[in-house]
C-alpha cells in the first residue's frame, strides 16, 4: 500500500512539470537531454540554454523526490532511483537514455 501511494504520488510529482514540457519534449527530441536512472535529467549537449533546462528540472525533481522521501520515511536517493526507472521505461524511442554502464542509448 506504501509503495503504491509513493509510485502515485511520484507521478503526480513528474506531471507537476508541465510548465516547461515544451521545452524539455523539444530537448529530448533534439538528442540534447536523457534520462538517467539516478532519477535526474543529464546533458548531451553542453551549451548554455541546455544546461539552464537540466538545472532547472533537476532542481524541481530533487525538492519533489525529498518531499516524497520525508512523507514515506524513505531515503531520497531510493525515490530518485525509483523515479529513474520509470522515468527510463516511459522514454519514447527515439529519445535517450543513460544505461547501467554509462553509455547513452536512443530508444
Do not use: H
Not at 511520484?10 to 536523457?34: K, N, P, Y
Not at 536517493?77 to 522515468?87: N, R
Amino acid at each position: 500500500m506504501k509503495k503504491s501511494l509513493l509510485m502515485a504520488a511520484l507521478s503526480l510529482g513528474l506531471l507537476s512539470q508541465t510548465v516547461q514540457a515544451l521545452t524539455l519534449d523539444e530537448a529530448r527530441a533534439q538528442g540534447r537531454v536523457g534520462e538517467t536512472l539516478s532519477g535526474y535529467l543529464a546533458t548531451r549537449v553542453e551549451d548554455k540554454e541546455t544546461l539552464a533546462l537540466v538545472k532547472q528540472i533537476n532542481e524541481a525533481r530533487s525538492e519533489s523526490y525529498q518531499q516524497l522521501a520525508d512523507s514515506n520515511n524513505l531515503p531520497v536517493d531510493e525515490v530518485a532511483k525509483m523515479a529513474g526507472q520509470k522515468l527510463v521505461m516511459r522514454a519514447a524511442p527515439g529519445e535517450y537514455v543513460k544505461g547501467l554502464n554509462g553509455k547513452w542509448l536512443k530508444k
